[in-house]
């Protein structure tokens, strides 16, 4: 089937810790991509909608009532939901209101965190409670994997040193905590670089249902090139043999390694010249160990 929105939008996720620098490099790749002249929008989660906004709340200490770890997951997988797909049924069209309308417009989405952190947070063990994790899972079945995956990779010492540095500390911002929380995001990771969520051409996955709810000339090969398995993770590490990075080395290699995939693996053009400068930034990190880029073929269908 052909698509029918022309070409499809790209969807990245950048995960990590707290601490570990989410939010500013999120917003530090939303406009490096708008300068190269990409329509890139972003968003974060929690969202701007009625659930985000309790959310946001209950993690700044109200509600008390809602601080459990059960409690969480379904308030965090409901405010997924209407983050990826509510405006098909409210009308609304920005991206707070509807990710998955965005690239069906063919527009590049920046999240800042998605559903990694219910994985890992709601997951880990804490006083807030267990949860096991392939009921998190279950509860976001309708959340598509991103086109790329942003790791940032930060030691929980430095988080803490980050976070006792701001005003507000939130409800999961918890020295032993966050070790839980890196292990387990460690994990994921491992394991989505090993076995993705997603090859365009294996058996259709649930989130499929939902989308063709809303679309229903949208196929799976109206969203994800066939060639590649998703999501593509790039893992960056935010310290190196000196201690911490600076935040505009971390901001090239992200950006080098965005660059990199839209180019080689998602038809993408950025100019030439752009692409042989990411191509040395990522050599040049990975010599270090401090950038991985793990993108598998789809071998489940001639490429």
Not at 28 to 53: A, F, M, Q
Request: aromatic residues 10%; positive net charge; glycine residues 6%.
């Amino acid at each position: 089937m052909g698509s029918p929105m022309g070409r499809p939008g790209i969807f990245i996720a950048i995960e990590g810790i707290d601490g570990s620098g989410v939010s500013t490099h999120s917003y530090i790749l939303t406009e490096r991509l708008r300068h190269l002249g990409i329509d890139v929008v972003y968003t974060k989660e929690p969202s701007r909608n009625i659930i985000g906004s309790l959310l946001r709340d209950t993690l700044q200490g109200l509600h008390p009532t809602l601080k459990r770890n059960e409690v969480l997951a379904l308030l965090f997988a409901a405010d997924r939901f209407l983050h990826l797909y509510s405006c098909f049924y409210t009308g609304k069209t920005s991206a707070e209101d509807c990710i998955l309308a965005e690239l069906v417009r063919g527009r590049l989405i920046v999240s800042d965190r998605y559903k990694y952190s219910s994985f890992t947070y709601q997951a880990s063990k804490s006083p807030l409670g267990f949860v096991p994790e392939n009921w998190i899972e279950s509860l976001n079945w309708f959340a598509p994997p991103p086109h790329i995956l942003i790791y940032l990779d930060v030691p929980p010492s430095v988080a803490w040193r980050r976070i006792k540095a701001r005003s507000i500390i939130q409800l999961y911002e918890v020295p032993e905590w966050l070790k839980h929380v890196k292990q387990e995001f460690n994990r994921i990771m491992e394991r989505y670089s090993r076995e993705p969520e997603y090859c365009p051409g294996s058996k259709n996955p649930h989130w499929l249902n939902i989308i063709r709810e809303f679309l229903s000339n949208i196929g799976p090969e109206d969203l994800y090139p066939r060639g590649l398995c998703y999501p593509i993770i790039v893992h960056v590490k935010g310290v190196d043999n000196n201690g911490e990075r600076a935040v505009n080395d971390v901001a090239n290699d992200i950006e080098a390694a965005v660059i990199f995939v839209l180019t080689n693996y998602l038809s993408r053009s950025v100019g030439r010249e752009r692409a042989n400068v990411a191509k040395r930034i990522i050599e040049a990190s990975r010599k270090r160990g401090l950038l991985t880029i793990h993108a598998k073929l789809n071998k489940t269908i001639p490429t």
